[in-house]
T-cell receptor, first 112, second 111 residues
């Protein structure tokens, strides 16, 4: 157990809808990153939050957005869902710097 | 862009044998590397890490080797067990950036 939790576990949406995924980071970790993992592929970095500010972003469109709260928990929001958004969404937390990054169990999103 | 890749997409080993999983990286500025294990339907699980100022690090049954000259990383698993069957990822960190993952290697342990 890493201490990183995510909700919900599974989610089914239809094209064009919006979704919010949630993550609670490990105690003492102030940096949260979100990844998208398509079936059979490695995780792809979406963005990172540090002290409630986005401080890094991968190659994802603006309809992928996020928030980090004062308790370091985080949300990932995806608007105008597309079929290709179907994936496992992973949240990872770590301390400052190139520190060990721990993952949550993920949220499996299916877009129909 | 910079990427992390793996030489072998699949690896099958006999139970009790040693496993070696390889990873190539292209960014010489990378300062930190992590090996993760991912079982079906679960998030990646931290196995072992190594910083760029080291060339070897050992854990329980696992060893990571880093060769900066040829930009190569390997994970050695001693006495491989059925519970080791999973997909293994190496992740590369560049200072100021985030982690870049390779596509993964599937390890199958044969009875």
């Amino acid at each position: 157990e890493t201490g990183v939790t995510q909700s919900p576990t599974h989610l089914i949406k239809t094209r064009g809808q919006q979704v919010t995924l949630r993550c609670s980071s490990q105690s003492g970790h102030n940096t949260v990153s979100w990844y998208q993992q398509a079936l059979g592929q490695g995780p792809q970095f979406i963005f990172q939050y540090y002290r409630e500010e986005e401080n890094g972003r991968g190659n994802f469109p603006p309809r992928f957005s996020g928030l980090q709260f004062p308790n370091y928990s985080s949300e990932l929001n995806v608007n105008a869902l597309e079929l290709d958004d179907s994936a496992l969404y992973l949240c990872a937390s770590r301390g400052v710097g190139p520190d060990t990054q721990y993952f949550g169990p993920g949220t499996r999103l299916t877009v129909l | 862009g910079e990427s992390v890749g793996l030489h072998l997409p699949t690896l099958s080993v006999q139970e009790g044998d040693n496993s070696i999983i390889n990873c190539a990286y292209s960014n010489s500025a990378s300062d930190y590397f992590i090996w993760y294990k991912q079982e079906s339907g679960k998030g990646p699980q931290f196995i072992i890490d190594i910083r760029s100022n080291m060339d070897k690090r050992q854990g329980q049954r696992v060893t990571v080797l880093l060769n900066k000259t040829v930009k190569h990383l390997s994970l050695q698993i001693a006495a491989t067990q059925p519970g080791d069957s999973a997909v293994y990822f190496c992740a590369e960190h560049n200072y100021g950036q985030n982690f870049v993952f390779g596509p993964g290697t599937r390890l199958s342990v044969l009875p």
